[in-house]
């Protein structure tokens, strides 16, 4: 269950944003999502199996809505969170 969802960011250009989800219980594995599209970690994106993602040397090309699918171990029900917005 999640218990917090990630918030909407407004963050300057060259800077680091950072979402952040909080659930209750196990969790098997997080995935984060920009625009539907599963990020992979990469020089732009850490944490992205984590409940933290960071969005590095943020810039204009990285806005858009930013969503965490988090399955369950022992379900493996799947929970995906609210939109979270990077402008």
Do not use: H
Request: net charge positive; proline share 3%; with cysteine.
């Amino acid at each position: 269950v999640i218990t917090t969802q990630p918030k909407t960011i407004t963050q300057c250009y060259n800077t680091a944003a950072m979402f952040t989800v909080e659930t209750s219980g196990s969790v098997a594995t997080y995935a984060w999502y920009r625009n539907g599209v599963l990020l992979s970690n990469s020089s732009k994106y850490a944490g992205v199996n984590t409940a933290t993602l960071t969005v590095q040397n943020v810039g204009v090309s990285d806005a858009g809505i930013y969503t965490v699918r988090i399955t369950e171990p022992c379900s493996a029900n799947t929970i995906t969170s609210n939109p979270a917005v990077l402008v």
